[in-house]
DNA sequence: CGTTCGATTGAGCTTTCTCAAGCACAGTGG
DNA sequence: CCACTGTGCTTGAGAAAGCTCAATCGAACG
């Protein structure tokens, strides 16, 4: 197994307090019926986690499956040289870690505080085996995560550093964005290993950006977009 | 919608001879009862495709789904400029156009002459709603996709052209392979347009694993590798 | 008020791209 | 049977985007 030596996140521990999950933020909530849905939550356990705190590493046994319930996570996977790659960053409603393999094929860390919903695989198969409209809102998920990972590979393999940003801070926008401001959690090195460019191509970008009158930022987490339709046509390559 | 000047395609004629699939190139048959299986036949329609015909295009309203029974097919997504992203190659028993959404986000493509089963999504999706088996595989498929993914993401994000090439006859050697000699009958270009690269830097790279011995081209479509073990340590990027 | 850690900016370098020419092979018509 | 032509592959030379290394900046915190 790998284990970098810039690695600074804790274990997380085997055994943590039990407090449940908050109903609301289940993604799969919509299509359960309170009764089903009490019954979910007390399958699962509510673990916090700190800034950089790791959730499991690649190649760990997957025996749990998450849901973030709060704050940011980051799936990642690492090279022999420490090269790495950002695949994903995940928000409240999401599930992490629901692999077929025996072994996790990434890592997921937390980007700032943040919490989850862990689920023992086999209560958690057992309870989704029982209730059909959760097997079907599974399947969604992964098929919409699997179009999002295409559109990722469309930005990794032809798009400009430019066009990157741009998409990252329209994706940001729409997923998590209060009008025109976005928070941006996550460190500026997080932020290029998703888009598979260094973090000063980043830094020089955001600051074009900014001379640009697109953006302004509020706060180096709070950026505000100026310019909602020039960055949408940058995103899309045809700026 | 987008439709690209120099794309040679012509559109798939509405209505087509309709000859039924053969029962052992598609994907789900471990999974059905032989009656059922040969209901599962019955929705389908073959389909024959020469060399760069068109399945569907990028925007297309998603009111089939296919399964390759044979040859080869690509998807991929072009940006108004032109600059295109090949996202996977499918074989026999992989499926393909099974979008959440109500139109495609992907184009997709034969790579020399290929053959698909075609199922109306409605008689598709009637289907799966009765064969909970096939649900679970339908899921798996889209799980073990998203992997594929996201090594992709992986690949694209952060290996060097030498890198990606020696990744992309690995994967291909795992598919398709027999013994040592892979079959690669997609073009250059689409080879480019998987990787991030350009035709150029493909062929540069290919000349280099020859001019290093690790591996020789017994013919432009039929690559032979001569020393694995080398050619997996530079794809996992430890080279 | 100093320290620390991440973000920014700069200068030079490397990898890959672009543009252009030449090559190889299959199909076609004289 | 062989030149002709078209298409895709290869190779080369110069250009460019983004990377590396290094210095500086700036906010948070003790």
Redesign the pocket.
Same mark, same amino acid.
């Given at each position: 197994m790998l284990s970098p030596a810039n690695h600074n996140s804790s274990l997380l521990p085997d055994t943590h307090p039990c407090n449940g999950c908050d109903a609301r933020d289940l993604a799969i909530c919509g299509v359960l019926e309170t009764d089903d849905l009490d019954t979910f939550r007390r399958l699962g356990c509510s673990i916090d986690l700190c800034d950089g705190q790791s959730l499991f590493h690649q190649g760990d046994a997957a025996t749990r499956v998450f849901t973030v319930t709060l704050g940011m996570l980051k799936s990642f996977r690492i090279l022999a040289d420490g090269r790495r790659q950002v695949t994903g960053f995940h928000l409240p409603g999401d599930f992490v870690g629901t692999s077929v393999d025996q072994e996790h094929q990434f890592a997921v860390e937390a980007v700032g505080k943040s919490r989850v919903c862990a689920f023992p695989v086999n209560r958690f198969d057992g309870f989704i085996e029982e209730h059909q409209p959760m097997q079907r809102e599974l399947y969604i998920a992964a098929t919409r995560e699997l179009v999002q990972a295409q559109q990722q590979m469309v930005l990794l393999g032809r798009k *400009?550093?430019?066009e990157r940003v741009a998409s990252f801070l329209v994706l940001l926008s729409d997923r998590l964005g209060h009008g025109s401001v976005v928070e941006l959690p996550m460190?500026?090195?997080d932020i290029a290993d998703y888009l598979?460019?260094?973090?000063? *191509?980043?830094?020089?970008v955001?600051?074009e950006l900014k001379r640009s009158r697109m953006i302004r930022?509020r706060?180096?987490e709070r950026t505000e977009i100026l310019d909602r339709t020039r960055l949408d046509s940058l995103a899309q390559g045809d700026g």
């Amino acid at each position: 197994m790998l284990s970098p030596a810039n690695h600074n996140s804790s274990l997380l521990p085997d055994t943590h307090p039990c407090n449940g999950c908050d109903a609301r933020d289940l993604a799969i909530c919509g299509v359960l019926e309170t009764d089903d849905l009490d019954t979910f939550r007390r399958l699962g356990c509510s673990i916090d986690l700190c800034d950089g705190q790791s959730l499991f590493h690649q190649g760990d046994a997957a025996t749990r499956v998450f849901t973030v319930t709060l704050g940011m996570l980051k799936s990642f996977r690492i090279l022999a040289d420490g090269r790495r790659q950002v695949t994903g960053f995940h928000l409240p409603g999401d599930f992490v870690g629901t692999s077929v393999d025996q072994e996790h094929q990434f890592a997921v860390e937390a980007v700032g505080k943040s919490r989850v919903c862990a689920f023992p695989v086999n209560r958690f198969d057992g309870f989704i085996e029982e209730h059909q409209p959760m097997q079907r809102e599974l399947y969604i998920a992964a098929t919409r995560e699997l179009v999002q990972a295409q559109q990722q590979m469309v930005l990794l393999g032809r798009k *400009t550093a430019m066009e990157r940003v741009a998409s990252f801070l329209v994706l940001l926008s729409d997923r998590l964005g209060h009008g025109s401001v976005v928070e941006l959690p996550m460190r500026r090195s997080d932020i290029a290993d998703y888009l598979g460019l260094t973090k000063e *191509t980043v830094s020089r970008v955001v600051s074009e950006l900014k001379r640009s009158r697109m953006i302004r930022l509020r706060a180096i987490e709070r950026t505000e977009i100026l310019d909602r339709t020039r960055l949408d046509s940058l995103a899309q390559g045809d700026g």
